[in-house]
């Protein structure tokens, strides 16, 4: 419409342009088929679907380009130019509006693979879990095959899964896919099958169009450290080495200083009001700081607006006693009597959080990172918890985007875990992006 809507002498005809445009949109469908856009195990969860409609269509526009040249053919540029953004935006929001609908249907137990787990006891009971806590995945347990005599045994915490048979031969693993109607096996550690059988199984799976999953036993790995490299016919997985060192660190310190700086400048009205609003509201400075520990175990001093009464922390021992919960970490107070009435609306929506933003400044915190902690938190560190300490404590973390207050001391360190673990700047700013979401809709606050 925009470049074919007149036939002047100084204008493409309209046909060159309709036809261009039924080329394009075929080339374009075929080209996302080819890089399996569409594959299952990749629609409905994780950010793979949109990495590959992404490349897919720069990979088309090239391949446009380079032809253009080599044909010495004109291809209308301003057209090109239009297609190219309007049609990636419409194609990953039209993705998004289906991801949405199938994350629904998963939701729900429905649009999943049913997927028979097969190993030794205890692995089969960890992947189970490890399926049911990310639904949205597509993966639905529903039968476990033991590779060693259950005897009469059930899954300790997934009883209610049907445990089928037990055996390493293909004849035994058939059976228990019928009897639960899996159209997917996943192969978890500890399953002692011989090589030759899981190949064995393999072709037969394949003439049922079943899937076959192997699940080592790797944990809180993400993707990019993970390569396969096929060797004598044999699949060795490399996982790499976290590293947040040199250039890493100087990307992540520098997208820090750029973006807090300037978040101080644009929210500056913001944080003008809210001091504001503290002052005039209840008696106390306006300004709350507390000894956090930092990156290596030091400490520094963390800034919010303070959303509480005065002198509150000389109540938190008895308001945690009187609750039963001085010995527990994260040290939180039910319904806290201290919270004042500007104090509930700053935490709902962690604007009491924004001073830290000249922490991640001054460099005492980034802007993702682990949950800053208290020392007496730390204090009850094992060895693998200090490893939250390699890197600076953020303003935002994966801790703040599943669940904020809402989760418990183990799920909020080994979140702290996985991010140390796995770094990169795309999964900070995924998380920056989320965490607007979160703090709009006031989940999990305190």
Same mark, same amino acid.
């Given at each position: ?25 075929g ?29 897919a ?51 729900h ?5 049913r ?9 089969? +009971?960890?992947?189970? #879990? @490890?399926?049911?806590?990310?639904? !949205?995945?597509?993966?639905?347990? *529903?039968? /476990? ?55 064995q ?26 390569h ?27 997208? +820090?200083?750029?973006? #807090? @700086?300037?978040?101080?400048?644009? !929210?500056?009205?913001?944080?003008? *009001?809210? /001091?504001?609003?503290?002052k ?7 300004f ?26 000389a ?7 009187e609750?039963?919960?001085e ?9 806290d ?11 709902k ?13 001054l ?34 973390? !994966? ?33 920056l992006?989320k ?7 006031g989940?999990?606050?305190?």
């Amino acid at each position: 419409m925009r470049f074919g809507l007149t036939n002047d002498a100084n204008t493409e005809p309209i046909s060159t342009y309709a036809a261009f445009t039924v080329l394009l949109a075929g080339a374009w469908w075929l080209m996302l088929g080819a890089w399996e856009t569409r594959s299952a195990t990749v629609l409905g969860s994780g950010a793979e679907e949109y990495k590959r409609v992404f490349t897919a269509s720069l990979w088309l526009f090239g391949l446009i380009a380079i032809l253009s040249y080599a044909f010495r053919y004109d291809t209308p540029r301003g057209y090109v130019g239009l297609a190219l953004p309007a049609g990636l935006i419409g194609l990953l929001i039209a993705r998004w509006m289906v991801r949405q609908i199938l994350r629904s249907e998963r939701s729900h137990g429905r649009s999943s693979s049913r997927v028979l787990v097969i190993g030794g006891m205890w692995a089969v +009971d960890h992947l189970v #879990s @490890a399926l049911r806590k990310a639904p !949205l995945a597509g993966y639905r347990p *529903v039968g /476990a095959h033991f590779t060693n005599n259950s005897n009469g045994l059930t899954l300790t915490r997934n009883s209610d899964v049907v445990v089928t048979d037990s055996g390493t031969t293909t004849e035994s693993i058939l059976q228990s896919i019928d009897a639960v109607g899996a159209d997917s096996v996943a192969i978890s550690a500890g399953s002692n099958l011989h090589p030759h059988t899981l190949r064995q199984l393999g072709w037969e799976l394949a003439a049922r169009d079943i899937r076959l999953i192997l699940a080592p036993a790797l944990t809180d790995i993400a993707g990019p450290r993970i390569h396969t490299q096929p060797v004598a016919g044999l699949p060795l997985v490399h996982v790499s080495t976290p590293k947040l060192t040199g250039v890493s660190r100087l990307l992540k310190r520098v997208f +820090d200083i750029v973006g #807090s @700086a300037s978040l101080i400048v644009l !929210l500056s009205p913001v944080l003008l *009001v809210i /001091a504001v609003l503290v002052k005039v509201t209840s008696t106390g400075s306006i300004f709350y700081s507390q000894e956090r520990i930092g990156v290596g175990g030091a400490t520094f001093k963390m800034l919010k607006f303070r959303s509480m009464i005065a002198n509150a922390d000389a109540q938190l021992n008895a308001l945690l006693a009187e609750q039963g919960r001085e010995a527990q970490p994260l040290f939180k107070v039910e319904d806290d009597p201290r919270i004042t009435k500007v104090g509930k609306f700053l935490r709902k929506y962690s604007l009491d959080e924004l001073p830290q933003l000249f922490n991640v400044l001054l460099g005492s915190m980034s802007m993702v990172g682990p949950r800053p902690q208290r020392a007496s938190e730390v204090a009850l560190y094992d060895d693998a918890a200090h490893r939250r300490l390699y890197v600076s404590p953020g303003m935002s973390g !994966l801790w703040q985007v599943s669940g904020r207050s809402n989760l418990s001391w183990e799920e909020s360190i080994q979140l702290d875990l996985y991010y140390v673990e796995n770094w990169s700047l795309t999964q900070d700013l995924l998380i920056l992006f989320k965490t607007f979401r979160a703090v709009v809709a006031g989940d999990g606050a305190v």
